[in-house]
């Protein structure tokens, strides 16, 4: 499975940017694509994730209303609407995907994702 990543950039506080994430080389009858990022010096964290049974959306919530996960099956895409961008948001970003479904806490978890994407750089200035 190869994930494709695009959209980052920069941006003054307040801003917005939308990054997309294209799935191919396989096809799952059920899985979950998602968001995390990694600032300089600090782990991987957990953003945002679409499942796709059920249509469910999971939040981090240093991100909850001001980010939008939305998802589009047919092209296997998951995009990433990022509004009222801080300086603190600034981090690479990586989209990934998770096999099956589980509860939500499942995926706030890096160890529990099976594929990693390339990272898009966002950077928010003051």
């Known amino acids: 499975v190869q994930l494709q990543a695009s959209g980052g950039g920069s941006v003054q506080a307040g801003g917005s940017l939308r990054l997309s994430c294209a799935a191919s080389?396989?096809?799952?009858?059920?899985?979950?694509m998602g968001w995390f990022r990694q600032a300089p010096g600090k782990e991987r964290e957990f953003v945002a994730a679409?499942?796709?049974?059920?249509?469910?959306?999971y939040y981090a919530d240093s991100v909850k209303g001001r980010f939008s996960i939305s998802r589009d099956n047919a092209k296997n895409t998951v995009f990433l609407q990022m509004n009222s961008l801080k300086p603190e948001d600034t981090a690479v970003y990586y989209c990934?995907?998770?096999?099956?479904?589980?509860?939500?806490?499942?995926?706030?978890?890096?160890?529990?994702?099976?594929?990693w994407g390339n990272g898009t750089q966002v950077t928010v200035s003051s």
């Open positions: 679409f499942r796709r049974s059920g249509g469910m959306t």
């Open positions: 990934t995907i998770i096999l099956g479904n589980y509860i939500s806490s499942y995926y706030y978890s890096a160890r529990n994702i099976d594929y």
């Open positions: 080389g396989r096809t799952f009858s059920s899985y979950t």
